[in-house]
T-cell receptor, first 115, second 113 residues
Framework: NAGVMQNPRHLVRRRGQEARLRCSPM?????VYWYRQLPEEGLKFMVY????????ESGMPKERFSAEFPKEGPSILRIQQVVRGDSAAYFC?????????????FGQGTRLTVV | DQQVKQNSPSLSVQEGRISILNCDYTNSMFDYFLWYKKYPAEGPTFLISISSIKDKNEDGRFTVFLNKSAKHLSLHIVPSQPGDSAVYFCGCITQGGSEKLVFGKGTKLTVNP
């Protein structure tokens, strides 16, 4: 039973390019959360999704950022026209439906570097 | 507006002694609290949790204390071991709400042999 899989582990993008971060939740998990950790900062909530639905996107910047969790396939966090300030570690967590957050498991993260 | 605060960015203790990590929150709607541990280049892993109906939860060397009136929780590790050296994040959530887990900035614990 594989854990939460994030890929790529490391991603380098030039300013203005698009970044796509993927998260495959654990088997049986239908809830996905994305968090961002800026250097010297804590984990900042970005978005909470269930299959085909965005439940809470209050932590997502209004522009350039989008997230989806389709019926089939991984959850995708998409950042358009990246800027240097987007450089951070992006973590995905998944949990089963109707569970306490104790059951949320994190992936190893994607480290995005914008050059 | 930071709803969850971990005011000590770092803490250093000797092996065998007690480590006490603190966390304060401002949102009175939070009713479930968790501690996560994070090693460099890895994702956070769940450590221990406590519901607002309790004031203490213990799991081996780890104990979490909750003071609802002060909106304060703490994690005690005793005895501390070098392998406990990591960043510890306090997380708070409102059950039945948006289920958004809000974290503090973390405290880097170093346990010296």
């Amino acid at each position: 039973n594989a854990g939460v899989m994030q890929n790529p582990r490391h991603l380098v993008r030039r300013r203005g390019q698009e970044a796509r971060l993927r998260c495959s939740p654990m088997k049986g998990h239908s809830h996905v959360y994305w968090y961002r950790q800026l250097p010297e900062e804590g984990l900042k909530f970005m978005v909470y999704l269930q299959k085909e639905n965005i439940i809470d996107e209050s932590g997502m910047p209004k522009e350039r950022f989008s997230a989806e969790f389709p019926k089939e396939g991984p959850s995708i966090l998409r950042i358009q026209q990246v800027v240097r300030g987007d450089s951070a570690a992006y973590f995905c967590a998944s949990s089963p439906p109707s569970s306490l957050p104790d059951k949320a498991f994190f992936g190893q993260g994607t480290r995005l570097t914008v050059v | 507006d930071q709803q969850v605060k971990q005011n000590s960015p770092s803490l250093s203790v000797q092996e065998g002694r007690i480590s006490i990590l603190n966390c304060d929150y401002t949102n009175s709607m939070f009713d479930y609290f968790l501690w996560y541990k994070k090693y460099p280049a890895e994702g956070p892993t769940f450590l221990i949790s406590i519901s607002s109906i309790k004031d203490k939860n213990e799991d081996g060397r780890f104990t979490v204390f909750l003071n609802k009136s002060a909106k304060h929780l703490s994690l005690h590790i005793v005895p501390s071991q070098p392998g406990d050296s990591a960043v510890y994040f306090c997380g708070c959530i409102t059950q039945g709400g948006s289920e958004k887990l809000v974290f503090g900035k973390g405290t880097k614990l170093t346990v010296n042999p």
